[in-house]
C-alpha cells in the first residue's frame, strides 16, 4: 500500500520518481479506480433494479431506495470535511463498505435492518461522490505537470474514462441478474400469468381489488446466491481500491478549515447557473425513481413468468 503524496506546490518534485512523465502512474490509478467502482456499482445498480420486485413486503424495497437518496443529499455539505480527514482514497473505499453493508442488509429484507443500511449507502455516496471528482481532478493534474498539455482537457478525458466504465455497469449488472434469475423462469412451469393487466395497464394498488398479473417470487436460494454475487462485487472492488489504488491527495486542501469548505459549498448553490440546473436535476430523480420503483417491478415481474412458457 503506498504511502500518501501531496500534489501542487514543491510537493510536486517528490513525485518525480512514481510519476513518470509518459503518464503510466496517472493511467494506472485512473484504471484501478473506475474498475473497482465498475465492480461495486454492477453489484448495486442491479440490486436497484430488482428492490420494487424482491422486497415488496410493506414497500420495503422502495422505501430503501428513497432513504438512501436523501441521506444522500443531506450528507453533501459534510462530505468535504470528511473527506479532508480520511482522503480520497478511503473515501471511495468507504462508500464501497456501505454498498456492502446495504447488499448484505438484503438477505433480510425488513425495516429494521434496511433503513439504516441504506442511510449510511447515503451518507458513503455522498462521500464517494466527492472523493472520486478530488481522486480524478488530482490524477489529471500530476499529468498535466508532467506532460505540459491543458488541464482542462486531461480533466475531460480522465472523466471520460471514469464515467463511461461506470456508466457501463448497467450492463454487466442486469446481465448477472438475468443470468441467474433466468434459472428460476426455466426450471418453475407451474407458475400462471394474466396478460391482459400488464404493460400499461398494471395496477399495482395492494389496497384495491385488482390483483397483479404476475405470481410467484424467485425461491430463497436464488435470491441469496444472487445477493452472495453482489457481495462479493463489493468486497473485490474494496480490496482492488485500498490494495492497490494510490492514496494522493491535494495539499492545496491542508489550509482550509472545515466551516471554509462548508461555505465554499453553499456558494456553489447560489450561482445562476446551478440554480437553473436545479428543476433539471429534479426532473432527472423523479424520472430515476420512476424508472426503479416501478417500470423494473413491471418488466423484471413479466419477465420472470412469460420465460416459463
Request: proline share 3%; glycine share 8%.
Amino acid at each position: 500500500m503506498s504511502e500518501q503524496r501531496p500534489l501542487l506546490g514543491d510537493s510536486v518534485q517528490q513525485t518525480t520518481s512514481v510519476w513518470t512523465p509518459t503518464g503510466t502512474g496517472c493511467y494506472r490509478n485512473l484504471a484501478l479506480m473506475s474498475l473497482s467502482c465498475t465492480v461495486v456499482f454492477t453489484a448495486y445498480v442491479s440490486l436497484q433494479n430488482l428492490e420494487s420486485s424482491l422486497n415488496q413486503q410493506g414497500g420495503v424495497g422502495v422505501v430503501s431506495l428513497a432513504c438512501v437518496n436523501g441521506s444522500l443529499v443531506l450528507c453533501c455539505l459534510l462530505a468535504p470535511a470528511v473527506v479532508k480527514r480520511i482522503r480520497y482514497k478511503w473515501g471511495i473505499a468507504l462508500n464501497f463498505c456501505a454498498h456492502g453493508l446495504f447488499v448484505a442488509s438484503n438477505f433480510y429484507p425488513v425495516f429494521p435492518l434496511m433503513i439504516p443500511a441504506s442511510l449510511a449507502l447515503g451518507f458513503g455516496g455522498a462521500i464517494f461522490w466527492t472523493s472520486q471528482g478530488m481522486f480524478i481532478s488530482s490524477l489529471a493534474q500530476i499529468y498535466s505537470r508532467e506532460t505540459g498539455d491543458e488541464l482542462s482537457t486531461i480533466v475531460s478525458r480522465f472523466s471520460s474514462v471514469a464515467f463511461m466504465c461506470f456508466q457501463s455497469s448497467q450492463i454487466w449488472g442486469n446481465l448477472i441478474s438475468s443470468l441467474v434469475l433466468n434459472t428460476h423462469a426455466q426450471n418453475d412451469s407451474s407458475i400462471s400469468y394474466n396478460l391482459t393487466s400488464c404493460g400499461a395497464d398494471f395496477c399495482n394498488n395492494h389496497g384495491s381489488a385488482v390483483t397483479s398479473p404476475y405470481s410467484g417470487q424467485p425461491g430463497i436460494d436464488l435470491v441469496r446466491l444472487l445477493l452472495g454475487i453482489f457481495l462479493a462485487c463489493c468486497l473485490t472492488g474494496f480490496l482492488l481500491m485500498a490494495l492497490f489504488v494510490d492514496n494522493i491527495y491535494l495539499s492545496s486542501e491542508e489550509g482550509r478549515s472545515t466551516e471554509d469548505q462548508g461555505t465554499s459549498v453553499l456558494t456553489v448553490y447560489a450561482k445562476t447557473p446551478i440554480v437553473l440546473l436545479v428543476p433539471m436535476m429534479m426532473f432527472t430523480g423523479m424520472e430515476s425513481a420512476f424508472l426503479f420503483a416501478e417500470y423494473t417491478q413491471v418488466s423484471r415481474q413479466l419477465q420472470w413468468k412469460v420465460k416459463t412458457k
